[in-house]
């Protein structure tokens, strides 16, 4: 009994410590290659999708496309970041900073198919609301991460919002909503990554 208190007292100290350090997972690079395929997709979408109010598969097809891209390779930097750690802190903190993100994907692909199925009439609120989505899960991981990201979940927040009041009618969908939401906060989210964390590795390592 004595042994299984100690565990859970020794569990309970590694999460703490897991809470209390930076998450380093994300990378700018990363981040930056999610912001670059936004702006492609907002340049390929007036091409792909003439009009996504008529082709709605079209235009959840694309940016739904942008999204597991980005999921992808935000993954991949993720498993790379923690190769040979161990069941260590990394991957403690890896663990926390996806179980922090993950509920705002599921809300976001809820939202979509619940649009999509039941409710296509509005489908156009879907790019403001994908921010808004977006931006209460960096809220939620932002803790494990420098606090500049703040005002990164506060720009994917301004963007849904202006979203939903001013792109309506004629211009809705118009893809520089999701390029300046999405490509925009994903560059800033990589330069403040950069600033924060990785430049101050370099300046380390060189002195």
Do not use: K
Not at 47 to 61: C, F, K, N, Q, T
């Amino acid at each position: 009994m004595q042994l299984d208190d100690a565990l859970r007292q020794i569990s309970d100290i590694r999460h703490q410590m897991a809470r209390s350090e930076v998450f380093r997972g994300y990378r700018s690079v990363t981040v930056g290659v999610s912001g670059v395929l936004g702006l492609l997709a907002a340049g390929v979408q007036p091409r792909w999708v003439a009009s996504p109010a008529i082709e709605l598969d079209r235009y959840l097809g694309l940016w739904l496309s942008v999204a597991a891209a980005s999921a992808i390779v935000a993954g991949a930097e993720m498993l790379w970041s923690q190769r040979g750690a161990g069941p260590g802190l990394v991957r403690e903190r890896t663990l926390l900073a996806v179980e922090q993100f993950l509920p705002s994907v599921v809300v976001g692909a809820l939202l979509t198919l619940v649009i999509y199925r039941a409710a296509a009439q509005v489908a156009w609120m879907l790019p403001g609301l994908w921010a808004l989505v977006y931006g209460l899960g960096v809220f939620a991981s932002y803790r494990l991460l420098p606090a500049q990201v703040f005002w990164v979940g506060s720009y994917y927040v301004l963007c849904g919002c202006g979203c939903l009041v001013w792109v309506q009618g004629d211009n809705a969908f118009s893809p520089w909503q999701m390029g300046i939401s999405f490509g925009g906060g994903q560059a800033l989210g990589a330069a403040i990554l950069y600033w924060t964390l990785e430049r101050t590795d370099v300046s380390s390592s060189l002195d």
